[in-house]
């Protein structure tokens, strides 16, 4: 088994075909993780899911990209311009993903 790199661009990416997220309402303190449904943010989404570590930690999480806060500390939409990914196997022990 060889190596292989892929490369995925996209420009003024259409998230509209995205099924919705199902209502949930919070009463804790903690935020509501859903799960991603992007396809962009899907594919080979376990290179970024745990650095290695199969604890509950989640370094990466694609759901924030898009959102930012005012100076009120209120969410607030940005427009997602571009995205681009670099992922692959560089040899049988080691995939890389940025």
Known sequence: ???SMNIDLTL???????EVDQQV???KRFEVFLPEKR???IENSDLFA??????DSNPFFS????????????D???DIIAGIRLSG???NNLRLGI
């Open 1 to 3: 088994m060889g190596n």
């Open 12 to 18: 003024n990416p259409d998230f509209s075909q995205v």
């Open 25 to 27: 309402t919070n009463l």
């Open 39 to 41: 396809q962009f943010f």
């Open 50 to 55: 745990d650095f290695g570590d199969n604890k």
């Open 63 to 74: 759901r924030r990209i898009g959102i930012a806060k005012d100076k009120d500390d209120n």
């Open 76 to 78: 607030i939409e940005n």
């Open 89 to 91: 196997k560089l040899n």
